[in-house]
């Protein structure tokens, strides 16, 4: 079925209903809700941020790394998170928006991205625990999303996914090393994570009833879990990481519950997370700023590629 098809909208939303009951994939030229429209839009677009506004506490770094091989592959890693957000700009622009608009939303406060980037990385051990608990939180949260019913975004979380998990894997790594390190190295590897474990948490967006978009996007089958239940699926896949590495993570409630087969934890500080969200974290105005800064001083390039566009077509017209 297509947008074109003479029917009823009663006879279009069946049919939508009927693709999103048998698990099966809504694509571009099919019709939809505009909702549906509208919240793929705000998720996609809020991903795609995240791995633009992402590529900055990690890339104060790259000039520090402390040798040519971390060099090299944090390089590899922000080159990665760019590419992200190209995927993701591209699968927002199937349903009709134009990504020059969706940068604007973002350099102008007006669509959000993730709360975790909004943190600065203080220390160099920060690289490491971004890759594993920054990336091991996305990963749980976007793995579920390569099921995703919007066909565009289903298909390029798997990509992200496979090159997320990498990044994580990569974290995890450098922390082994430093925790293997001297005393003062595993001194830095706990401090950075007291500082990020807890706005790890906040990523998964807020409990489940407090969410006000969860339900109908799993009603969609845009999502596929609950907040709350990837937030405590990365719990229970952090500790033994954490007990492996021979750290502490900074939660006094953290401990095993056998009856449930599940970690219990403590409630993460949502006033926090309701001040970065709306703009009062610690790198808000830092991170826009940044972002803006680097739209503007790129307007020569685009004004240049549209000037050979239109070369181009008058060339091919005439």
């Keep these: 079925m297509t947008a074109t098809d003479a029917r009823s909208p009663e006879a ?16 571009p030229r099919d019709w ?16 795609a941020h995240s791995e633009i506004i ?16 971390r060099k090299a592959i944090l390089l590899a890693k922000v080159q990665d998170e760019a590419g992200h957000g190209m ?14 608009e969706l940068t604007e939303l973002l350099v102008s406060a007006r669509q959000k991205y993730s709360s975790i980037f909004n943190y600065p990385a203080l220390s160099y051990a920060d690289v490491g625990v971004i890759g594993w608990l920054v990336d091991g939180a996305a990963i749980c949260n976007q793995v579920p999303l390569c099921r995703c019913s919007y066909g565009p975004y289903a298909r390029a979380m798997v990509r992200i996914c496979k090159e997320e998990s990498f990044h994580q894997r990569q974290g995890f790594e450098l922390l082994l090393a430093m925790c293997h390190g001297t005393a003062a190295q595993r001194e830095m590897v706990q401090e950075s994570v007291n500082r990020w474990w807890w706005p790890s948490l906040m990523m998964f967006g807020p409990a489940d009833g407090d969410s006000p978009n969860t339900q109908q996007s799993m009603e969609w089958g845009i999502k596929r879990h609950t907040n709350d239940e990837l937030r405590q699926r990365f719990v229970d896949m952090s500790v ?6 021979g750290i502490t993570l900074p939660d006094p409630d953290l401990r095993w519950n056998a009856e449930r087969g599940a970690h219990d934890f403590g409630e993460p ?15 808000n105005a830092q991170r826009l700023a940044h972002r803006r800064r680097a739209h503007e001083n790129g307007a020569w390039v685009r004004e240049a590629a549209r000037a050979y566009a239109d070369k181009r077509a008058k060339a091919v017209s005439a």
Excluded at 12 to 27: G, H, K, S, V, W
Excluded at 269 to 283: H, K, L, M, R
């Design 269 to 283: 500080d949502w006033s926090e997370f309701q001040a970065v969200i709306t703009g009062a974290g610690p790198a």
């Design 12 to 27: 279009y939303a069946r049919e939508f209903q009927a693709t999103i009951d048998a698990d099966q994939r809504i694509e």
């Design 87 to 100: 995927y993701l700009y591209a699968a927002a622009e199937t349903l009709g928006v134009d990504r020059e």
């Design 54 to 69: 992402g590529m900055q506490p990690e890339g104060t770094w790259i000039t520090r790394a402390p040798s040519l091989r």
């Design 32 to 47: 939809m809700p505009e909702a549906y429209r509208k919240t793929l839009i705000r998720q996609i677009a809020q991903h």
């Design 240 to 245: 033994p990481q954490a007990e492996a590495l």
